[in-house]
């Protein structure tokens, strides 16, 4: 039942921001974990940032310092604030949500991505 929708994504020069969304539905919000990952092509998908029902978050180093994940549970929706864009970001940026209020076990749902591509 729970549906993830990503936007956000597009073209972007190296420095520039993004801001990524995730409206989700068909659950409750609330109380799951989400989170943001990532695949560029010819690698495998991987994470690149999470945050808990209780708004504690994780970032891979590659991001930290750069990327900001957030959530309004008022409006069923994820946030993935990315600056300071470097090309090694382009990728397909997924939203997913685990099953449980914490990121210790993989996400349960998928959205169906968005592009983000970095030119230099």
């Known amino acids: 039942q729970v549906q993830l929708v990503e936007s956000g994504g597009g073209l972007v020069q190296a420095g520039g921001s993004l801001r990524l969304s995730c409206a989700a539905s068909?659950?409750?919000?609330?109380?799951?974990?989400m989170g943001w990952y990532r695949q560029a092509p010819g690698k495998q998908r991987e994470l690149v940032a999470a945050?808990?029902?209780?708004?504690?978050?994780k970032y891979i180093e590659a991001v930290k310092g750069r990327f900001t994940i957030s959530r309004d549970n008022a409006k069923d929706t994820v946030y993935l604030q990315m600056n300071s864009l470097k090309p090694e970001d382009t990728a397909v940026y997924y939203c997913?949500?685990?099953?449980?209020?914490?990121?210790?076990?993989?996400?349960?749902?998928w959205g169906q991505g968005t592009q983000v591509t970095v030119s230099s």
């Open positions: 997913a949500r685990y099953a449980t209020g914490d990121y210790l076990q993989p996400p349960r749902y």
């Open positions: 945050i808990t029902s209780g708004r504690s978050t």
């Open positions: 068909g659950s409750w919000f609330s109380i799951n974990a």
